[in-house]
């Protein structure tokens, strides 16, 4: 064609900064985390913020005791973890039931499509039951299109006087783990 231009292509953004972008739009002060490589980018775009304390976890249930910490320090927070956390705060997910303050949780999901570890598919399987069994409205993310979108509706409803939110990033999303020898 004669007087066409081809624009050079350039990569979408990661959802993983959009998502950053939606944490830094809602205020969220302080992030506890256990490491997971599915949200790796975001735990390192936390931890680089001046303006974000990025709290390394022993394990997800702390997160819980953070997340009210910081409420009642006037701050916001949001607690990243694997599915498999998700078990290890069911006990402490009734703190958010009793004190009334808000969470959101960014799920990385295992178990799911392509799983390699077998010890994953128990709760990646459970994981949306046990949440929402503790009065925890759960949203999905299937797609890297969705997760900023999604990632904000659950802040949204959370900081608006909603209930505690999920959101799960499914494990097609972060893309499948694979055994290194």
């Known amino acids: 064609m004669v007087g066409s231009a081809t624009a050079p292509l350039s990569a979408p953004p990661d959802w993983r900064d959009q998502v950053f972008a939606a944490l830094k739009a809602a205020a969220i002060r302080q992030v506890g985390y256990v490491p997971d490589a599915g949200q790796a980018r975001l735990i390192e775009l936390c931890?680089?913020?001046?303006?974000?304390?990025?709290?390394?976890?022993?394990?997800?249930?702390?997160?819980?005791?953070?997340?009210?910490?910081?409420?009642?320090?006037?701050?916001?927070?949001?607690?990243?973890?694997?599915?498999?956390?998700?078990?290890?705060?069911?006990?402490?997910?009734?703190?958010?039931?009793?004190?009334?303050?808000?969470?959101?949780?960014?799920?990385?999901?295992?178990?799911?499509?392509?799983?390699?570890?077998?010890?994953?598919?128990?709760?990646?399987?459970?994981?949306?039951?046990?949440?929402?069994?503790?009065?925890?409205?759960?949203?999905?993310?299937e797609r890297a299109e969705e997760a900023a979108e999604t990632v904000a509706a659950a802040l949204d409803m959370t900081f608006n006087g909603g209930p505690p939110t999920a959101v799960l990033l499914s494990q097609r999303l972060i893309g499948a783990k694979v055994w290194v020898k």
């Open 47 to 141: 931890r680089a913020d001046p303006a974000i304390c990025a709290v390394p976890l022993t394990s997800e249930e702390e997160g819980i005791g953070l997340a009210a910490g910081a409420w009642l320090g006037g701050q916001r927070a949001a607690l990243l973890m694997q599915s498999s956390g998700v078990g290890n705060c069911i006990n402490m997910l009734s703190l958010l039931k009793s004190g009334r303050f808000p969470l959101t949780m960014l799920v990385t999901m295992r178990g799911e499509w392509a799983e390699f570890n077998p010890w994953q598919v128990p709760m990646g399987t459970k994981t949306r039951a046990a949440l929402e069994l503790m009065d925890v409205l759960v949203y999905r993310v």
